[in-house]
């Protein structure tokens, strides 16, 4: 059974920083890999998603990897701002389970001023 | 492309009630998925359609059911409501495709009293 951990399941970092959130997922087994960040009570906006055969996709501040064979993924956020402050969620496609997705319980980043 | 629509995106309801939520997908995106969000569990898959047809069902008791309409749109049932049933659902559209990014509604925030 695939199970997704991220850790920390906080961060509190101040504004301008580099960060990194973390992913592990246990069976190497996924068709890719999804980031997700969610505002409180809002739904899910998609960031990055990455196939099983890349090593990696970028979309402006924002750059996620993806190691498989290590069933590893990180996000890493460049030049942090306040508006960057959200819950981010990674979540892995598993090859038997059409669109099902398996999600992590998240990292809940704050960026202070 | 208009996005993911929910409705309604707030319901108050009683135990032993039954309640319908709706999910309008992007135009052109024939799957749609629906997920449970719980500050315990997270979020939880519950089942997915496509053309009309499940094509995958998480584990959630028979209480939780959906059908797709022709025209992609998603409707999901759960009857004789428990307080536990209580909790964020959200929708999630794509095209079907394995490699395919899922985009996800706002959610129907659901209060079972």
């Known amino acids: 059974k695939q199970e997704v951990t991220q850790i920390p399941a906080a961060l509190s970092v101040p504004e301008g920083e580099n960060l990194v959130l973390n992913c592990s997922f246990t069976?190497?087994?996924?068709?890719?890999l999804q980031w997700f960040r969610q505002d409180p009570g809002k739904g899910l906006t998609s960031l990055l998603l990455?196939?099983?055969?890349?090593r990696e996709q970028t979309s402006g501040r924002l750059n996620a990897s993806l190691d498989k064979s290590s069933g590893r993924s990180t996000l890493y956020i460049a030049a942090s701002q306040p508006g960057d402050s959200a819950t981010y969620l990674c979540?892995?496609?598993?090859?038997?389970?059409?669109?099902?997705?398996?999600f992590g319980q998240g990292t809940r980043l704050t960026i202070n001023p | 492309k208009a996005g993911v629509t929910q409705t309604p995106r707030y319901l108050i309801k009683t135990r032993g009630q039954q309640v319908t939520l709706s999910c309008s997908p992007i135009?052109?995106?024939?799957?749609v998925s629906w997920y449970q969000q719980t500050p315990g569990q997270g979020l939880q898959f519950l089942f997915e359609?496509?053309?009309?047809?499940?094509?995958n069902k998480g584990n959630f008791p028979g209480r939780f059911s959906g059908r797709q309409f022709s025209n992609s749109r998603s409707e999901m049932n759960v009857s004789t409501l428990e307080l536990g049933d209580s909790a964020l659902y959200l929708c999630?559209?794509?095209?079907?495709?394995?490699?395919?990014?899922?985009?996800f509604g706002p959610g129907t925030r659901l209060t079972v009293l």
């Open positions: 999630a559209s794509s095209s079907g495709q394995e490699t395919d990014t899922q985009y």
């Open positions: 069976d190497s087994a996924i068709y890719n």
């Open positions: 359609y496509f053309s009309e047809t499940q094509r």
């Open positions: 979540a892995v496609r598993p090859p038997q389970g059409a669109q099902k997705l398996v």
């Open positions: 135009s052109g995106h024939r799957s």
């Open positions: 990455i196939q099983s055969s890349q």
